[in-house]
């Protein structure tokens, strides 16, 4: 069975561009997250998309959104990019609520 | 507010040295603790989900246990193999569904 899938794997982009990764859960899987792992911090939580809704964000700026296609897929736009943005960027999905969360390998954008 | 406090931030064991690693939490009514592991350059890998206190889960080397304040990772007898990072997370009984990350124990098993 094929596991959480993100492209594209590696982006750059220069600061004041848009970037937009995408993710595509394990089959059966409604529930999608985004995190942001920087450099030397944590997971820092973004968004949570359920059933093609956004059910939960993070401490993140308007300027990150997302969405969630009917197939469950989801996509992450970061508008206005600011070097600080420069992370890996994990999605991840789950069966249901229980916080068991299964990972893709992540996107690492850096900006410049 | 949920906080996550992760200890000690990184540890080096002879091959065979058992060690703990250990996970303070503050959170707003504990749904769930969650132990992942996460190699450089992949994304984190679900290993323990504890719920209440007194509670402990054992998978290989690894057994995880949860009190009301923290959580330790024992590492018993532990190989090169498992070097990696291992994350904690907290999931909160109310409001989002979202986990709390700690920043990690960065652990290197060395031969």
């Known amino acids: 069975e094929a596991g959480v899938t993100q492209s594209p794997t590696h982006l750059i982009k220069t600061r004041g561009q848009q970037a937009t990764l995408r993710c595509s859960p394990i089959s059966g899987h409604t529930s999608v997250y985004w995190y942001q792992q920087a450099l030397g911090l944590g997971l820092q939580f973004l968004l949570w998309y359920d059933e093609g809704e956004e059910r939960n964000r993070g401490n993140f700026p308007p300027r990150f959104s997302g969405r969630q296609f009917p197939n469950y897929s989801s996509e992450l736009n970061v508008n206005a990019l600011e070097l600080e943005d420069s992370a890996l960027y994990l999605c991840?999905?789950?069966?249901?609520?229980?916080?068991?969360?299964?990972f893709g390998e992540g996107s690492r954008l850096t900006v410049l | 507010e949920d906080q996550v406090t992760q200890s000690p931030e990184a540890l080096r064991l002879q091959e065979g040295e058992s060690s703990s690693l250990n996970c303070s939490y503050t959170v707003s009514g504990l749904r769930g603790l969650f132990w992942y592991r996460q190699d450089p350059g992949k994304g984190p890998e679900f290993l323990f989900t504890l719920y209440s206190a007194g509670e402990e889960k054992e998978k290989e080397r690894l057994k995880a246990t949860l009190t009301k304040k923290e959580s330790f990772l024992h590492i018993t007898a532990p190989k090169p193999e498992d070097s990696a990072t291992y994350l904690c997370a907290v999931q909160a009984e109310t409001g989002a569904n979202n986990l709390f990350f700690g920043t990690g124990t960065r652990l290197t098993v060395i031969p």
């Open positions: 991840a999905s789950s069966p249901d609520y229980t916080g068991e969360l299964f």
